[in-house]
């Protein structure tokens, strides 16, 4: 069993590295995580970069110790000096993975000596270099000399056109046996000191460790690293054209990310006697232009854009945002780099080649690990249901969450109407015959759509279409087509050139098929009534009534009923069917839809979960609010009728008050001429007369006065 160690597991060389060396039998694989939740699946056990004691005691426990040492700039030194004091006796390797960078400002070198010549791999016989034959000046300099002169008109001196072909330096190539001449960029001098050191093993003797630094051309593959911003700008496609650093025609020393890995996985497994160190590149000689080009091609237009320093830098910027500034920089060096590099030892070390003739003719492969590495594949998704059941408003709504475009048949053919082309006048002329266009200019319509940069990129959303069997095969590669029979006495092998021709023939090549099918359900009656409560004006020259509504479902049945239906076909080329039930609530059907797709693909995938949110906290918020103001103004208007009753109530005991008073008054009249008349007369006299004798008991005296002068007792 052998142990592996491997600085920055979650790194894009850590990564690679990691994921080659945990690929042979009896090995295990730890290392150190910016963050557990990164740790790879066959990564038996990970740690924080700064846990010194796990990873000093990681490092004393494994075979085999491995450092990206541009990213690990104090960690790789630490890491020697630990297996430099620490005794051990089984052997140790330590692989210290650089940058090419570290030779940027070498020259040409010089002639090595007799101890250090190399074998007869250095003269390996090599292609010339190629020309982009659709770079627009790719070619100019022949016939330059008689452009001017005799040659030219009039003997006037003829501009020479500049030359865009490759250019790599002359002379002899760079190995690792000039590694002692090497030139670094001036900002990547302490990458050669920390190399030397390894190599040199700190001038301490430790027979059983054995050190090597291995240095890669420009890494590419996977999701990018140093080249990321050139996929990034062309699969977003806010430019039509890939930009490139104007003048850069040099050839760049190149390796793909896995041949890298490859060659530490076998370095450490052979562990050479007489190789210390790897100058690492794959065949391939394609300059800065070829590169972009080859770029540009597979995610936008084919078509360069050539920008000064400036330019680009202010591109670069906008285009990379937060990422590395130490990639940014070396993308920078690395477009600039004007070495000439040859892999030397790789044959010694038997390597299992992943991409050995380079960026450009390995460039589909390269896109597609680009696109599944980072999460951008694209998604393609047909919408399918019967009329009324909200295909296009389901397809709106996931195209806005999603990010990919939404494709609406009656649009392509409007757009297709006004375009000036052979197809353009093909689609005005059928339908100056008929209102229905036939289904070949359909899907040739539809196809031509589908091949633009950013359905191949992003994918798309066809939005009710196709309608049939037919226009589904015309549209689609599907798994069960099945093959023409050979007449009588053909061969079936004889067949496939007519069928490539018939292919060519119908314009833009079949798309690949769906992803996902949307299927919307419900019942007729449902949707004939959703018909049937349409506004007049909606339904006015459109086939959104009864009668349109019953012809269309006709087609619909008839398309997706039977063993050979639309949806059956798709999921048998690979498709998932969604289905929804059109009759619930939105929100409902957009969950399914979602689990249906996944995550979004782009390069900010919880992008639209934190808008749905932030919109679902808004809602929220609104409706909080709605409900405070709702509870304030209850309140207020609670308050008012209180204060009203209140009032009322106030005024109404008021009322009842005075005409009690009133009452009262009116029913004391007689009262009081009765006393005025008989009572107040002899009260008065007798009041009087008590005044004057003013008894010991006026009251006494008081009453035997009136009961004496009592007109009753008379």
């Given at each position: 069993?052998?142990?592996?160690?491997?600085?920055?597991?979650?790194?894009?060389?850590?990564?690679?590295?990691?994921?080659?060396?945990?690929?042979?039998?009896?090995?295990?694989?730890?290392?150190?995580?910016?963050?557990?939740?990164?740790?790879?699946?066959?990564?038996?056990?990970?740690?924080?970069?700064?846990?010194?004691?796990?990873?000093?005691?990681?490092?004393?426990?494994?075979?085999?110790?491995?450092?990206?040492?541009?990213?690990?700039?104090?960690?790789?030194?630490?890491?020697?000096?630990?297996?430099?004091?620490?005794?051990?006796?089984?052997?140790?390797?330590?692989?210290?993975?650089?940058?090419?960078?570290s030779w940027a400002s070498s020259l040409e070198p010089k002639p090595l000596g007799e101890d250090e010549e190399g074998g007869e791999e250095e003269a390996e016989e090599e292609e010339p270099l190629e020309a982009d034959p659709e770079d627009a000046e790719g070619e100019g300099e022949e016939g330059e000399e008689g452009a001017e002169g005799e040659g030219g008109e009039e003997g006037e001196e003829k501009p020479k056109k500049k030359s865009n072909k490759p250019v790599e330096r002359e002379g002899k190539p760079l190995t690792w046996r000039h590694a002692a001449q090497r030139r670094p960029h001036d900002d990547y001098r302490w990458l050669q000191t920390t190399e030397n050191l390894i190599l040199q093993k700190g001038n301490t003797r430790k027979d059983n460790l054995k050190t090597y630094v291995v240095w890669p051309g420009v890494l590419y593959g996977m999701g990018e690293d140093v080249l990321h911003p050139l996929f990034k700008s062309a699969w977003i496609g806010g430019l039509k054209s890939v930009p490139v650093l104007e003048g850069r025609n040099n050839v760049l020393p190149m390796i793909h990310i896995k041949d890298l890995a490859n060659t530490v996985l076998r370095v450490a497994e052979k562990r050479p006697e007489d190789q210390q160190a790897f100058l690492a590149v794959d065949s391939g000689r394609f300059s800065v232009r070829q590169i972009a080009r080859a770029v540009s091609k597979q995610l936008q237009s084919g078509e360069i854009e050539d920008l000064d320093s400036n330019k680009y830098k202010e591109w670069l910027a906008e285009t990379a945002g937060a990422e590395d500034p130490m990639s940014l920089d070396a993308h920078l060096l690395s477009?600039?780099?004007?070495?000439?590099?040859?892999?030397?030892?790789?044959?010694?070390?038997?390597?299992?080649?992943?991409?050995?003739?380079?960026?450009?003719?390995?460039?589909?492969?390269?896109?597609?690990?680009?696109?599944?590495?980072?999460?951008?594949?694209?998604?393609?998704?047909?919408?399918?249901?019967?009329?009324?059941?909200?295909?296009?408003?389901?397809?709106?709504?996931?195209?806005?969450?999603?990010?990919?475009?939404?494709?609406?048949?009656?649009?392509?053919?409007?757009?297709?109407?006004?375009?000036?082309?052979?197809?353009?006048?093909?689609?005005?002329?059928?339908?100056?015959?008929?209102?229905?266009?036939?289904d070949d200019i359909l899907a040739q319509i539809v196809k031509t759509k589908l091949q633009e940069p950013i359905c191949r990129n992003q994918g798309w959303i066809l939005d009710g279409f196709p309608k049939s069997i037919e226009q589904l095969r015309l549209l689609f590669k599907l798994k069960d087509v099945p093959a023409e029979k050979p007449e009588e006495?053909?061969?079936?092998?004889?067949?496939?050139?007519?069928?490539?021709?018939?292919?060519?023939?119908?314009?833009?090549?079949?798309?690949?098929?769906?992803?996902?099918?949307?299927?919307?359900?419900?019942?007729?009656?449902?949707?004939?009534?959703?018909?049937?409560?349409?506004?007049?004006?909606?339904?006015?020259g459109t086939h959104n009534d009864e009668e349109g509504f019953n012809r269309r479902m006709g087609l619909y049945k008839e398309a997706s009923s039977g063993d050979d239906n639309m949806v059956d076909v798709l999921t048998d080329s690979g498709a998932r069917v969604v289905g929804v039930d059109c009759t619930k609530d939105t929100e409902q059907s957009m969950d399914l839809i979602r689990l249906g797709f996944g995550r979004p693909r782009n390069y900010d995938p919880s992008r639209a979960e934190r808008e749905r949110e932030r919109r679902l906290a808004a809602e929220r918020a609104r409706a909080e609010e709605a409900a405070r103001l709702a509870a304030e103004e209850e309140a207020e208007r609670e308050r008012l009728e209180r204060a009203k009753r209140e009032e009322e109530e106030k005024e109404r005991l008021q009322d009842i008050a005075k005409q009690e008073q009133e009452q009262l008054e009116t029913r004391s009249l007689p009262m009081r001429q009765y006393l005025v008349d008989n009572i107040l007369p002899v009260l008065t006299q007798g009041l009087l007369e008590t005044g004057r004798v003013r008894p010991k008991d006026p009251i006494s005296y008081l009453a035997e006065y009136l009961f004496r002068f009592d007109p009753s007792a008379e």
């Open positions: 069993m052998v142990n592996y160690f491997v600085y920055q597991l979650d790194g894009y060389v850590g990564q690679a590295v990691g994921a080659a060396l945990a690929s042979t039998e009896d090995s295990v694989v730890v290392g150190t995580v910016t963050s557990k939740s990164s740790k790879p699946r066959w990564a038996k056990e990970v740690f924080q970069h700064d846990d010194i004691t796990a990873v000093k005691n990681a490092i004393l426990k494994s075979d085999v110790i491995v450092y990206d040492i541009p990213r690990s700039r104090e960690e790789v030194v630490y890491a020697l000096k630990v297996l430099l004091k620490h005794e051990y006796e089984e052997d140790k390797v330590l692989i210290g993975v650089s940058s090419i960078l477009l600039r780099l004007d070495i000439k590099v040859r892999f030397v030892g790789a044959a010694d070390l038997e390597l299992d080649w992943h991409s050995k003739s380079g960026f450009v003719k390995n460039i589909s492969n390269v896109i597609e690990e680009f696109r599944v590495s980072r999460g951008v594949t694209p998604l393609r998704v047909v919408v399918q249901g019967p009329p009324a059941s909200g295909k296009t408003f389901f397809a709106k709504l996931s195209a806005d969450e999603y990010e990919i475009p939404h494709l609406l048949i009656s649009d392509l053919i409007e757009a297709a109407k006004k375009e000036q082309s052979p197809a353009g006048e093909a689609v005005r002329t059928a339908l100056a015959g008929s209102p229905r266009l036939p006495g053909e061969e079936g092998e004889e067949e496939a050139p007519a069928e490539d021709e018939d292919e060519e023939s119908q314009g833009p090549p079949l798309a690949p098929a769906p992803e996902v099918v949307v299927r919307l359900d419900a019942e007729d009656e449902f949707l004939l009534e959703r018909v049937r409560a349409l506004p007049e004006e909606q339904v006015a």
